[in-house]
């Protein structure tokens, strides 16, 4: 059956038995993914998952169900499921069905283009890949893994209340992790490349990183342990933003595990600094046109200029709050409940390239790689100590590649600390995003 017919058919019948209110949330998500070695297909993959919950409110009191077939006698499974449900539910405080933001903006998140791509041809680039990355240096050993990903995801959410809305999107990534050798030492690099456009994938370039990548951490040395400037480069950056973002959430403050709690208007960054959750950013991976509670999306500013303009809310934390939702609720799939969310939540760029943030430097470290993140970090206090990969600079040039460090420090201090932000922005698949990250020092440690 048609989900706007299954649709239809479920609200029809809920009314019939005596349910008020209610609403249905749809989700499919499709996944393929390969990994090719020496040559060879060495793994397929293609999923689909996917299913529908209901909610609806019953003699004053929310009940629940969900399913994964979309046929006739899912109906009265969910109906009937959602009522004795709701008949032993004790919450005093009770989910209410939301009637709709007064405007939605409905941009495609969905690439035609990339359905059209034949899978057989995407083997065959990555294929191409592999070669180019294991003929471009004697040193290249091998590729732990060469792997294509690609994604979509289908959502639809309908009330009683006549609200309708849909949206999907889709995006296709290649991974690779390359490893070098020259006589004792042996490294290793990672490269991630996604888009929607497969035409924009080249071969060439993205073998060329790959390799230079890995290549680059071969004779690595020592350098003291002390307080250096740190330039966190824009992956290593987004991965450490990415730990820490759970502190943007409002229900995680207002349950006590956030330091940004009654900290709204504060400054708590420094004056460059500008974080924005930005669900139509073009270039991201989390992209919406409404959360989870059917709250239309919209850019959301977190922080501007180093002050803390809001947190992320639902509807719930809203309300507690006294204040309007900023549209993040969010269900990970449709069985899941509601959290809080962003989309495509990124530190916004500056103006710097790469190389001026390196160039400027007399003595620092860059931070390429972070290892050890939910391990070695506290997201109550901030605190945080994990191994790093990176390079020393020296006189505004890359001197050295370093033995494996330490790095240590408080993510709040870390925001004050920020005295350049560069203008290379990169946002990962899980829509947290940064540009490289000029900070004024960090404790370092080397082995």
Known sequence: MKIEKFQERLLENGLALGFEDMEIFYEKSRRFACDVYKGELDHYEMAEDGGLSFRGKFDGKMGYAYTEKIDQDSISFLLERAKANAEVIEEEEQDDIFEGSEEYEEKDFYSESLDEVSIPDKIEFLKQVEHKVSSYDPRIASLNYCKLIEQSKERLLANSKGLVLHDRMNYLGVVLSVVVKQEDETKSGFTVKITRDFSKLNVDEIAKEAAEEALSYLGEQSIPSKRYPIILRKDAAADLLDTFTSVFSAEVAQKGRSLLKDKVGETIAAEKVSIVDDPFYEEGFSSRNFDGEGVASKLCTVIKNGTLNTLLHNRKTAKKA?????????????????????????????????????????EAIIVTKLSGLHSGTDTVSGDFSVAANGFYVKDGKVETPVKQMTIAGNFFELLKKIQEIGSDLYVSSSGIGSPSLLLKDLSVTVE
């Open 322 to 362: 006294g204040v309007e939702t900023t549209g993040h609720a969010y269900k990970a799939s449709y069985k899941g409940t509601l959290v809080i969310s962003p989309s495509n939540f990124y530190i916004q760029p500056g103006e710097k390239a790469y190389d001026e943030l390196i160039g400027s430097q007399s």
